[in-house]
């Protein structure tokens, strides 16, 4: 079964802090994988997307890494700040025949704090 | 500048009585498509369209029907809302299907509130 699970659900730190969140998923075949950032009441913005190929890739303070070997993948925050506080979202695509899936984490909920 | 509009932005509607929200894109993109998002989960594909076709998916209710008159306009009409519909409607485009590695860009959403 496709799936695509994210943890921890939620996470507190401290302004300047850095943070690791994870992404494991069963999606098969693989063809890519998203991490979003979502503030309350808005769209979903792209932060990065990977291919297969690639294990590492960075947009800003965010990084993401991915093992495509066992299906992991994490987002780094370095020295957060207060406008980080969002959801995070994990989205894994698998293209597939006669079209795509698409399947979404359910997130992870940062709270950063002064 | 704003790449994908979506009006409104928040939608009050009574129970049963139809309601459309829009959405417009800047982009020029092949595909759009429409989430539903409830409170504290992760969005949910209702349908997509790639260029005029029209791509449902399983187990979206027939109670949600989309148009995309033009490349630039998608409409989410939602025949009879119900409570549980009450949500948020995001929109998104990208300039091919995500499974070939395009950028997906969101909509600002609308919340749809139904009394």
């Known amino acids: 079964k496709n799936q695509v699970e994210q943890s921890p659900q939620s996470l507190i730190i401290l302004e300047g802090k850095n943070c690791t969140l994870q992404c494991n998923y069963t999606v098969s075949p693989f063809s890519n994988l998203r991490w979003y950032k979502q503030d309350t009441g808005r769209g979903p913005v792209s932060l990065t997307i990977m291919t297969f190929s690639e294990n590492t890739k960075s947009n800003g303070r965010y990084t993401a890494t991915l093992d495509a070997d066992t299906k992991q993948s994490s987002l780094h925050i370095t020295a957060s700040q207060l406008s980080d506080s969002a959801s995070y979202i994990c989205?894994?695509?698998?293209?597939?025949?006669?079209?795509?899936?698409?399947?979404f984490g359910a997130g992870t909920r940062l709270f950063v704090k002064a | 500048d704003a790449m994908v509009i979506q009006n409104p932005r928040y939608q009050v509607t009574q129970f049963g009585k139809p309601v459309t929200l829009s959405c417009s894109q800047t982009l020029n993109h092949n595909v759009m498509y429409w989430y539903q998002q409830k409170s504290s989960q992760a969005p949910k594909l209702l349908f997509h369209?790639?260029?005029?076709?029209?791509?449902n998916e399983a187990d979206t209710p027939d109670n949600f029907q989309s148009r995309r008159p033009n490349t630039s306009f998608c409409f989410l009409d939602i025949r009879s809302p119900g409570l549980g519909d009450a949500a948020m409607y995001l929109c998104?485009?990208?300039?091919?299907?995500?499974?070939?590695?395009?950028?997906?860009?969101f909509g600002p959403g609308t919340r749809l509130t139904v009394t």
């Open positions: 369209y790639y260029d005029k076709d029209f791509n």
């Open positions: 989205v894994v695509s698998a293209r597939v025949t006669g079209g795509f899936k698409t399947i």
């Open positions: 998104a485009t990208s300039r091919e299907p995500p499974g070939l590695s395009y950028e997906q860009y």
